[in-house]
């Protein structure tokens, strides 16, 4: 394969996960083949990081004529438009199956319904109102890393860095559900070396904002996360779903910010 060609497969890829994690409209793939969704999961740490940015970037905007609480809600729901809710989604269908089934067929069956649950609903409600909490903290501390605002690089690292995450159990567990059956089935098979490691370089990028004691930090607390996600989701269905990996995503995601907030409050 030539340079043209593999650069011209590697934007492909790229289109590809911005199509399949985002509400971004893109053109048809031309002769797209069920592999690509398979390689394309090098890129969705970079897809997080676009979406960190346009969430920021609406902060931002909304903050230079509205009160900092509006700017954050503001920029929740940019993403939430940017993505579709789509780990959000994963979240509540997760807490549904896991509260609400006791076989692991009672909860797969539960987390498939369309329905939203008391378990789920109180589960997104408490996640967004810790999110939103947390965010209001960060954009109300004075900026101590450099002369971006500490909501944005927090934003820039978190959406970055939980998608890296959450795809990362895609390359040691189990798929639990009917692969045959499955939507997005080429996703759910064993990754190459090669996508593993074009997604964990991609989520040293937004790092490089931070201090290297904080860096340091968040990435042995998101290893410790990830073991204990491992665990949970073992016992709970012996591997994990689609649904799963949202849910993965939405905690990081809240850890990171936690991480940041805590550092920022209690070290500097």
Request: net charge neutral; aromatic share 10%.
């Amino acid at each position: 394969m030539s340079i043209v060609e593999s650069s011209m497969h590697q934007w492909r890829l790229w289109l590809i996960a911005l199509g399949f994690f985002t509400r971004i409209k893109i053109k048809p793939i031309e002769n797209f083949q069920p592999q690509w969704l398979n390689q394309a999961s090098r890129y969705y740490g970079l897809v997080g990081l676009l979406v960190g940015g346009l969430s920021a970037t609406a902060f931002w905007l909304a903050s230079l004529i509205l009160p900092l609480s509006i700017a954050v809600i503001l920029a929740m729901i940019a993403s939430v438009l940017i993505t579709g809710a789509f780990h959000e989604d994963g979240l509540a269908d997760t807490w549904d199956g896991f509260g609400g089934g006791w076989s692991t067929e009672q909860k797969l069956t539960i987390m498939k319904d369309s329905r939203l649950g008391t378990y789920g609903a109180l589960a997104l409600m408490l996640a967004l109102l810790l999110k939103f909490q947390l965010l209001v903290e960060l954009a109300s501390t004075a900026a101590l890393f450099h002369p971006l605002p500490n909501i944005v690089t927090a934003l820039l690292v978190a959406h970055c860095l939980s998608r890296v995450l959450a795809v990362s159990l895609i390359f040691d567990q189990r798929y639990v559900r009917d692969i045959d059956s499955s939507k997005v089935k080429p996703m759910t098979e064993q990754q190459s070396p090669t996508e593993l490691i074009i997604l964990l370089v991609s989520a040293l990028l937004p790092l490089f904002l931070l201090p290297i004691i904080l860096s340091t930090t968040l990435i042995i607390t998101l290893c410790f996360l990830r073991l204990g996600i491992v665990k949970w989701y073992q016992a709970q269905l012996g591997g994990y779903t689609g649904d799963l990996l949202g849910q993965a995503q939405q905690l990081a995601e809240l850890v990171i910010y936690l991480t940041i907030l805590i550092f920022l409050t209690q070290f500097i």
